[in-house]
């Protein structure tokens, strides 16, 4: 009979054979599944590229069911992932796609470059240095930090301060090379000269001898310092390379300084050195122990000079009080002047002036004169003098003014300079003469311009931009006032002093002398129509005929007949009614269309007060205020001997449209 513990041994017994059979079954079970996985599904072969990685590969399933047997891949699941491996080359991962399954699936390898850190003894100036691999430059570094497939390379290193290196390179994939390299320096040779010579050179620091002399130099940057009693330490630099292996240098030894303080009255004044202008006039540095000359001045004073000679690394102070300069000015002047001394006034000539030595502006001024300006540097050594006669200013601005010029508005104007006596009016036994035609006698003596042309529609549209009419033809239909505003417009485009004072188109005064734009008086109109270019005075503007020349005036012509009551036969001009300025002959004044075209107003009130017998008026200019005005002239209109004459008068309160104007101006507004 067995005891209790035998029968519990024996039953673990038969439970421990029990389990073995149930491992090996499921063992059996899992292998005969994986065979028939095997024997389902369709394998993958796997080809690993190049051939020299397929010998080093190994193959991983990454993700998926799938299983690996020699180089072909079975998988139970879609889009399995396998990693590739091989040494000396780039790891690779690969999806299998099902269209794939049961096909050739290529992986190529790409090599792993060799990896190049080559270094140098160069040291501080290796950013020179070039690296060339088969004579090509890739790189200008200090180090040579570079990858490269596999292979042989002849490697170049090139540094202007060292011999050139060159070394054959045997790289494998993969490979990490890491060399430093030592390079030669160049061989080099300086010969340092100095003046004067002794000097004791220092190259880097390193005492090498006394000047001259001739040294080894190694390749490089290199410090170079000359030292010399009593002389400043010279400091330069030089550069041995394969370029340049030999150095010449001669130097010129400059002696220490010495400082030389210096205090200036007045200030701001010149300070020379040697002839040499010094801008730092407070400390200078000068070269010690030789001679020096320094010198002050300033304009107005008396310059000073000083000699000295200092030690090295010495000082000296130098102080310069500048005495001021005087000298004597004399100014006469005819007539009897006012005198300004750079714009102060200071007395009436004759003058006698003791004044500084600096540039000086003297002025002499007189009521109804040119003023004039002279400008000097009085001298002690010599005394000065200025004497002037005073032009008049009518002289002066009659000499400055042109002949001819054009103004702003673009209207011509010429100069005339009257000097004479002429009669205004006609007698009454002139055919043709009506009772207002006073006989007047008449001088004329201020010069001024009149317009060439009669004022055009072009010129006028700049003043009042609503009026119309054909560009060149003279504007018509204008009041007397509407006339003198645009003279009063174009004196102030001018800067020049207006004529009339106009408010609310209604005339309040009348400025005699100025110099602004106005209308003629009708003195100058007649004066100019009857006797300017001419050897006597004429009854008509081309003279004493009554034939008319052709081509002379713009009037009522045979082209008027049954236009007009009156007209002139036999005599055509053209033009049946205005015509452009200018389209006629020019008179003798020089003028254009004073014996027609248009009628013109004149600066005059219209007066019918018989003058003074006997009397002599000169330069008349009518300052009254009257509601009509002269209007003299011919126009297109006009075919009768009474209106073709220059006498020919009538007063006009209106504008009509065969009615212009002309300007003038004196050439100076005052008395």
Same mark, same amino acid.
Request: with cysteine; net charge positive.
């Given at each position: ?65 799938? !299983? ?22 780039? &790891? ?89 390299? +030592? ?20 190259? +880097? ?24 009693? +009593? ?34 009255? &007045? ?134 003014? &042109? ?41 004329? !003596? ?51 002093? &207006? ?72 005599? +055509? ?99």
């Amino acid at each position: 009979m067995m005891k209790p513990f035998e029968q519990q041994l024996q039953v673990a017994k038969k439970k421990q054979h029990l389990l073995y059979i149930g491992l090996f079954a499921l063992f059996l079970l899992g292998g005969l599944m994986i065979l028939t996985v095997i024997l389902l599904s369709r394998g993958t072969r796997i080809e690993i590229k190049p051939d020299d990685a397929a010998m080093l590969s190994t193959v991983h399933v990454h993700s998926g069911i799938a !299983t690996i047997i020699g180089d072909t891949l079975y998988a139970l699941s879609n889009n399995p992932v396998i990693d590739v491996s091989a040494d000396g080359f780039r &790891p690779a991962r690969e999806i299998l796609r099902n269209n794939d399954f049961g096909k050739i699936m290529t992986v190529t390898l790409e090599p792993l470059p060799a990896k190049l850190e080559i270094s140098t003894n160069i040291g501080g100036s290796s950013e020179d240095t070039s690296w060339f691999i088969n004579n090509a430059v890739l790189a200008v570094t200090d180090v040579f930090d570079y990858e490269l497939q596999a292979g042989n390379y002849q490697l170049t290193i090139d540094h202007p301060h060292f011999k050139i290196a060159t070394i054959t390179l045997s790289l494998s994939r993969g490979e990490i090379f890491k060399k430093s390299i +030592n390079m030669e320096s160049v061989d080099g040779e300086i010969t340092i000269k100095s003046k004067p010579a002794g000097a004791r050179v220092f190259i +880097n620091s390193i005492d090498k001898g006394i000047t001259p002399l001739t040294l080894p130099v190694l390749g490089g940057k290199h410090d170079v310092s000359l030292q010399l009693d +009593n002389y400043e330490t010279l400091n330069d630099k030089i550069e041995i390379s394969r370029a340049k292996l030999n150095l010449s240098r001669n130097y010129r030894m400059e002696i220490k300084k010495a400082v030389v303080n210096v205090s200036l009255n &007045p200030d701001d004044g010149k300070l020379t050195l040697d002839g040499i202008v010094v801008k730092n006039t407070n400390k200078l540095f000068v070269k010690a122990s030789i001679k020096h000359l320094l010198t002050y001045s300033k304009e107005g004073y008396f310059a000073k000079n000083k000699t000295f000679n200092v030690a090295a690394d010495k000082s000296l102070t130098l102080a310069f009080e500048l005495e001021k300069e005087m000298g004597e000015v004399e100014i006469i002047s005819s007539p009897e002047a006012e005198v300004e001394l750079n714009g102060q006034f200071i007395g009436t000539t004759p003058l006698q002036l003791s004044l500084n030595a600096v540039e000086q502006k003297i002025t002499l001024n007189k009521q109804g004169y040119r003023s004039i300006s002279r400008t000097l540097i009085p001298s002690a050594a010599s005394s000065k003098k200025i004497s002037v006669s005073l032009i008049p200013e009518k002289i002066a601005r009659l000499k400055e003014s &042109p002949a001819h010029y054009t103004n702003k508005a673009g209207g011509k104007l010429k100069l005339f300079r009257p000097n004479e006596i002429f009669t205004m009016g006609a007698k009454r036994s002139e055919l043709g003469q009506r009772a207002n035609e006073f006989i007047k006698k008449i001088k004329l !003596t201020k010069a001024f311009y009149a317009g060439v042309y009669e004022v055009t529609n072009a010129e006028f549209m700049q003043y009042d931009s609503a009026r119309q009419g054909n560009a060149r033809e003279p504007v018509t239909s204008v009041t007397w006032i509407d006339a003198v505003a645009f003279c009063n417009w174009l004196s102030l485009q001018e800067g020049l002093t &207006p004529v009339y004072n106009i408010s609310n188109k209604r005339l309040d005064g009348i400025n005699i002398n100025v110099d602004g734009y106005r209308l003629l008086t009708e003195a100058e109109w007649e004066w100019l129509a009857r006797k300017s270019g001419k050897k006597k005075q004429s009854i008509f503007v081309w003279g004493d005929e009554r034939v008319i020349p052709k081509n002379a005036i713009n009037i009522a012509d045979e082209s008027s007949r049954g236009k007009v009551k009156l007209f002139v036969s036999k005599y +055509n001009d053209g033009y049946a009614e205005v015509a452009a300025v200018g389209s006629l002959a020019q008179e003798k004044s020089g003028l254009y269309d004073q014996g027609g075209n248009v009628s013109e107003w004149t600066h005059d009130s219209y007066s019918i007060v018989i003058p003074e017998q006997g009397k002599v008026f000169q330069d008349p200019f009518d300052s009254t205020n009257a509601g009509l005005h002269v209007i003299k002239g011919a126009n297109w209109r006009s075919g009768s001997i009474t209106e073709l004459r220059p006498s020919y008068r009538e007063g006009l309160g209106a504008g009509r449209d065969d009615l212009g104007f002309r300007v003038g101006r004196y050439v100076y507004g005052g008395d």
